[in-house]
């Protein structure tokens, strides 16, 4: 089992920053691929950013690819998403996820269904 607590959202006026942190207890994090998604009011959940275990393979959605940061810390069990210039348009509810992916190749995934652990999320709004 991996439990999963996210952190850092808030309001931000549209051109600000935050900082997401997700802080894993439980199974082995270091051999964890992690995400984060994020779903709008009256939108279906969607992919944001996706890191390795290692933290060197990463991975964005178009839409935040250049203003989003995904990152981690294995030592703290923590993954991270800095984020920049945000957009009335990135207000959501942001979530972290872990997934214990069987290929020893593929390490990143923008799959929800690929993801065995959810946190509870994290609301972040953007004011314009």
């Known amino acids: 089992q991996v439990q999963l607590v996210e952190s850092g959202g808030g309001l931000v006026q549209a051109g600000g920053s935050l900082r997401l942190s997700c802080a894993a207890s439980?199974?082995?994090?270091?051999?964890?691929?992690m995400g984060w998604f994020r779903q709008a009011p009256g939108k279906e959940r969607e992919f944001v950013a996706t890191?390795?275990?290692?933290?060197?393979?990463?991975y964005y959605a178009d839409s935040v690819k250049g203003r989003f940061t995904i990152s981690r810390d294995n030592a703290k069990n923590t993954v991270y998403l800095e984020m920049n210039s945000l957009k009335p348009e990135d207000t959501a509810v942001y979530y972290c996820?872990?997934?214990?992916?069987?290929?020893?190749?593929?390490?990143?995934?923008?799959?929800?269904?690929?993801?065995?652990?959810w946190g509870q999320g994290t609301q972040v709004t953007v004011s314009s």
């Open positions: 890191i390795g275990w290692s933290g060197s393979v990463t």
């Open positions: 439980g199974r082995t994090f270091d051999s964890a691929t």
């Open positions: 996820a872990a997934a214990f992916l069987r290929s020893s190749i593929v390490v990143i995934s923008d799959k929800e269904y690929e993801y065995d652990y």
